[in-house]
């Protein structure tokens, strides 16, 4: 099985910044993609960025330009930095990770942190 533990959520003022971390633990199979997506109150869970760890990236269509995403694989641990935040990227993220090498589909999940983008 695979562990996910997640940090970084909270309170920010649009156009300001966030970094989200996620740390994977695995028991047996090394962990490839991993990555993030959200879900904001009443909309459907979306992509906001994924990465093997080959370095091939991902990242959702609303989010372009203004978010990336790293890893460190000696820590199997991802980072998800947010710039200029907007209200409409309020939402819970999820963290996800996989044994495959799909950038931004997982079998495992952490069990979100929340963003609020308000002044």
């Known amino acids: 099985q695979v562990q996910l533990v997640e940090s970084g959520g909270g309170l920010v003022q649009p156009g300001g910044t966030l970094r989200l971390s996620c740390a994977a633990s695995t028991e047996r199979f090394a962990i490839n993609a991993m990555g993030w997506y959200r879900q904001a109150a009443g909309k459907e869970r979306e992509l906001v960025a994924g990465i093997t760890s080959g370095g091939t990236t991902k990242y959702g269509d609303s989010v372009k330009g203004r978010i990336d995403i790293s890893r460190d694989n000696s820590k199997n641990t991802v980072y998800l930095q947010m710039t200029k935040l907007k209200p409409e990227d309020t939402a819970v993220y999820y963290c996800?990770?996989?044994?495959?090498?799909?950038?931004?589909?997982?079998?495992?999940w952490g069990q979100g942190t929340q963003v609020t983008v308000s002044s």
């Open positions: 996800g990770a996989s044994y495959y090498y799909t950038p931004d589909e997982y079998e495992f």
